[in-house]
């Protein structure tokens, strides 16, 4: 045994490095002795581990594009702008408009014209007070401009009053007026420049070719910022944009986790972004068509199982909704769900005589721009082609897709819009609607939309409209997509994103940069 020990001990005196040149006499005593000559346990010292910090919070942008709000692209010049601009309202968590630089509006008694009242303390970067007049510029270059042209159609002027106000003039009431102003407002005498002259509370400054953001000490909130200064960072498109964050050159960056979902896996802290971008199923209603069947219309939409499709299809980066109005509003009507059963849809296809043993061939069309689309067409096929109903995916690339629905070549078509956070759904459904393309016609519902619209009181009228609709069918929602606002692990704390607005509670913010 102890010629045993030796050996071992000789063996353990290499490993650690220790030359055993000769073998030791073996001593009187046993297995204590040797203990001695045993490399010690090595002791477990905690980590401590330095965060690993930016040097700055960088953010991308073009340098060679215009930061102009009217007239930018989203993506990164958007968020840029989103520091240097503010807005007449700011959409809160529930789509509702709050006033930022508007305090308040009215309507007249034909729910025609509204008028604004500004806040009287707001100054521009350049220490200018903000006028009406740079309000209703702004709005008339918004109303021409590609990016709100759609969203003020309903505009007919708006004009500063001699009492300051801004007064816009409608072409048909609509109360939800307010929740589409979150236009960011500039110096109307700067307007047009690559960077306007702006309320917002940073300014950009150059040296050289090198840009940055640099907070205002004159800001009118006078709320304290979490950093002072923004260095900006070239990214000539998107995909530049998306390798400069992983890359950890900027800090920031929000991306449709749909189509980067990469992104946000890991590699990235993400917020949820909630917006107004729904998916649902389009029926071709035309005559003729299976679709023409209201009660068949009803039955499908109830036949989808959207919290499964959320969950596994679209990896909990949507809400799954039932109505065309987002989950997060005061308007969205709870109540009147469905819950859903596959045992009730079967039930339901028997009781509506489709059961007979004689095939329907039913196409889905879908983009094919957008794995997740597809998949969730996949998956709603999958899950409808029961009994009669056999339920075929057909992927068609954008110009394709597009041709095919303009000429009523389908069944069914899975689309995907952004709709106004005055939830009009006049273009969608309405009889002459530029985005009808299922040929949905209906007085009844051009009426309820637009006594939804004229509504005084739009909550109250809210349950009408939705229930109006759960009964025609004219379309069958299935969720509201939530974007990601990204940042490196550990960087940003209390980010918050509002919908069309990143920075939302920006002065309770805290960003941590190495040696600060």
Known sequence: MKRLLALLLAALLVVSGCAALAEPEEPEDDWEHYQQFLPEEPKEEPEESEPDYPAAFSLPYHRDHTLDPVTCGEGIQETVAALLYEPLVRLDGQFRPQPLLCESWSWDETGLVCTLDLRQDVTFSDGSALTARDVADTLLRAAESERYSYRLRNMVSAAANRAGQVV??????????????DIPIVKRTAAGERVPVGTGPYTL???????CLQAREDWWQGKTLPVETIPLVHAKDRDTALYLFSTHRVELLTVDPAADPSLTTGRSQAAS????????????????????????????SRG???ETLV?????????AAQFPVSPLSPLYPASLETAYSEEETLSALRAAGQDTGEQKELTLLVCEDGSFRASSARFIAEKLSLLDWQITVEELPWEAYLAALEAGEFDLYFGEVRLTANWDLSDLIGTEGLLNYGSYASETTDMVLQSFAAAEDQAAYAPRLYG?????????PICFKNYSVLTHPGVVEGISPAPSDTFHGLDGWTVHLSGS
């Open 168 to 181: 816009i003039t409608l072409a048909v009431p609509d109360r939800g007026l307010p929740a589409l102003l």
């Open 205 to 211: 400054l150059r040296s050289g070719e090198e840009e």
């Open 273 to 300: 972004q909630p917006t107004a971008v729904m998916q649902f199923i389009g029926f071709n209603t035309a005559e003729g068509r299976l679709f023409a069947n209201a009660s068949l219309r009803a039955l499908f």
């Open 304 to 306: 989808i199982d959207r």
């Open 311 to 319: 969950d596994a299809q679209l990896a909990q980066t949507a809400l």
């Open 468 to 476: 109006h609709l759960q009964s025609v069918t004219p379309i069958a």
